[in-house]
Each structure stands twice: as C-alpha cells, then as structure tokens.
C-alpha cells in the first residue's frame, strides 16, 4: 500500500556528504516529500544571504525534477548568523542585516519561489539574557513577514516544553500570524492542546517520541522529522535520511499507526502549511 510519507526537516545539498542522493535513500525507503530547509552559510550581507536562498531554492527544484519526490522549500536566516555579525560588528549591523535578510527571504516567499520561512528563532545554547531578547525581537519581525507573505515560520530554538511553546504563540498573536502557521522544528511529543499551545510540533523521529505522540494524539495533529543535515565530516549526523519513512511504515504494518493518521502528518499537514 502507498501511504504518504513525509520528512518535515530535511537538509540537503549539492556538496554534501550524500547530495542528491540522501533524498533517494528517502524515496527508496518509501518517502514522498520533503521540506527542503537551507543550511546556515553565515553570509556578512543581505546580498549574499539572497544569493544562498536561491541557490537552495534551484537545489530544491532539481531534487524535484530528478526524483518526483514533492519538495517544500524552507528559507530564512538561521538565528546564528545575525549572532555572528553582532560579535564582528555589533547589534545595530545585526539587527540590520537580520531584518534585511527577512526581507528578502519574504520577497522570495510572498512570489511563490518557496514555501516556509525557516529555521528560524533563537539561539539554543546559553546566552546573555540581552543577546535573546534581541533574537526574540528579530524572531517576532519575521513573523511579521511570514505574516505578510502568506506562508508558514519554522523555528529553530532550544528544548522546548509547554511554557515555551506557549511564549512562542504570543509572540506569533503580537505578530499577527496564526499559531497554527508556527512548527515546532525538533520538537518532542508536546502533542495535547495543553502542550502545544496552538503551534504545530515537528517530532524528531525517534521511536521513543513517534509512540508517546501516538498515544496522546494518535489522530495526528504533529509531523515527523529527521533533521537530516548532509554534512561531509559527520555522516548520518541527528538521524539517516530514510529514517522517517521506515519508522512510519514499520509502524503502519505492526498495526501502531492507522492509515488514517499516516495520511493526516504524511500529506494534509504539510499541504495544509505549505500548499497542495
């Protein structure tokens, strides 16, 4: 039986430990798509952060043609990049090229070229209470844009729990975005209303969390993920790229995860975030 299975954090790139090929190790296992999240380059301007957006977003096209697979492309400045241009420069450069960088990422969005502002957020290590508030003020203007260009935020932030799934939702309510265009990335099985607080997780795939999750929401109102980065010096690096679809489909033929659910992360999730 097809079933639709889909990775909702998925790196891949043309120099990487597996390229191209990581996505067919995905498909071969039984994945149908993917959202295709840039990696940090830590660019110093906006013109060279653009410039990596579109190179991601040709990269996403040509793992499309070349595999059939459906490929939701993610961009956005990762939280550690602005953070760099602070220690060179200072906050006022940083914040600067932050906003830009959310500018010309929600340019790119709003004219359909890809589909989630992401990963996006907060540094998720330790850091001076003024460094996160600033990222935390950066955060909530690219909810802004992701607001004003119609598509979802994908967050990068640290271990999260139900107080700060729910800090995250009212800096989306300030924003004017929808919580529920806001996914938890490396999320754990915060999958009750009570837990999530309106966002949507994104389950690191472990099996531990797929059964946790199942049992407390086992309609399926989550998506699952690897995190699957492609970086040459640490190969399979979080988890493998084929792990979601073998995870969801072992499950699916021990009677764990009913077709009805597979469909409801595997396909209406993602369509209903990213587009049909």
Same mark, same amino acid.
């Given at each position: 039986m097809a079933l639709p299975v889909h990775d909702n954090h998925f790196h891949c790139r043309p120099d990487g430990w597996l390229g191209i090929e990581a996505a067919r190790r995905f498909q071969a296992a039984g994945g149908t798509s993917i959202a295709h999240v840039r990696l940090p380059?830590? $660019?110093?301007? =906006? @013109?060279? &952060?653009?410039?990596?957006?579109?190179?991601?977003?040709? &990269?996403?096209?040509?793992?499309? @043609? @070349?595999?059939? !697979?459906?490929?939701w492309t993610a961009i956005g400045p990762y939280p550690l990049e602005p953070l760099q241009v602070a220690k060179a420069l200072g906050w006022e450069a940083a914040e600067d090229f932050a906003r830009g960088c959310f500018d010309a990422a929600g340019r790119l969005l709003a004219a359909g070229e890809a589909h989630c502002m992401g990963e996006v957020g907060r540094a998720h290590f330790p850091v001076p209470e003024e460094t996160q508030g600033r990222l935390n003020g950066l955060l909530e203007y690219g909810m802004g844009v992701a607001k004003d260009a119609g598509v979802p935020v994908m !967050?990068?932030?640290e271990h999260t729990e139900a107080a700060t799934m729910a800090e995250f939702g009212r800096m989306a309510d300030r924003a004017g975005l929808p919580r529920d265009r806001v996914i938890k990335h490396y999320c754990g099985p915060l999958v009750r209303a009570e837990e999530h607080h309106g966002l949507v997780p994104s389950i690191i795939a472990g099996r531990s969390n797929i059964r946790a999750a199942l049992e407390k929401d086992p309609g399926g109102r989550w998506m699952l993920e690897t995190d699957y980065i492609d970086e040459p010096t640490r190969p399979d690096v979080v988890m493998p790229?084929?792990? =979601? $679809?073998?995870?969801? !489909?072992? !499950? &699916?033929?021990?009677?764990e995860i009913t077709e009805s659910a597979t469909h409801r992360i595997g396909q209406e999730w993602p369509e209903r975030l990213y587009g049909a």
């Open positions: 380059s830590y $660019p110093t301007t =906006v @013109e060279g &952060f653009e410039a990596t957006c579109r190179d991601h977003i040709a &990269f996403s096209a040509r793992i499309r @043609e @070349e595999t059939g !697979l459906r490929v !967050l990068h932030t790229p084929d792990t =979601v $679809p073998k995870r969801v !489909l072992g !499950l &699916f033929q021990n009677g």
